[in-house]
């Protein structure tokens, strides 16, 4: 059974910065196009980024570029997402995901067959 499992969130001001985990159990992590999407109160869950199975190819939601940048060590069976000025915006519950095919850069929501159960960023104003 694959598992995923994310860590990193918490409180921060505007401005601050967060790097989220993503730990993958049960599968072969190495072919897996991997996620990070976020869901704010009262909207539908977004993408913010994601990677190819070999991270020759990325993805990053145009409303974040320059911000937020996703990397992966395979050898951990290990996604990131590094979040550097944080505003209120992006607030919400970021969630870890995991394309089994591994197919290029998966941007629909059914893309996705693995989902962790979230962590929350909160940024302050």
């Known amino acids: 059974q694959v598992q995923l499992v994310e860590s990193g969130g918490g409180l921060v001001e505007t401005g601050g910065s967060l790097r989220l985990s993503c730990v993958v159990s049960g599968g072969t992590f190495s072919y897996y196009a991997m996620g990070w999407w976020r869901q704010a109160p009262g909207k539908e869950r977004e993408l913010v980024a994601a990677?190819?199975?070999?991270?020759?190819?990325?993805y990053v939601a145009r409303t974040i570029k320059g911000r937020f940048t996703i990397s992966r060590e395979n050898a951990k069976n290990t996604v990131y997402l590094q979040m550097n000025s944080l505003e209120p915006e992006d607030t919400g519950v970021y969630f870890c995901?995991?394309?089994?095919?591994?197919?290029?850069?998966?941007?629909?929501?059914?893309?996705?067959?693995?989902w962790g159960q979230g962590t929350q960023v909160t940024v302050s104003s």
């Open positions: 995901a995991a394309d089994k095919y591994g197919v290029g850069i998966p941007k629909e929501f059914d893309n996705y067959e693995y």
């Open positions: 990677i190819s199975w070999n991270s020759d190819s990325t």
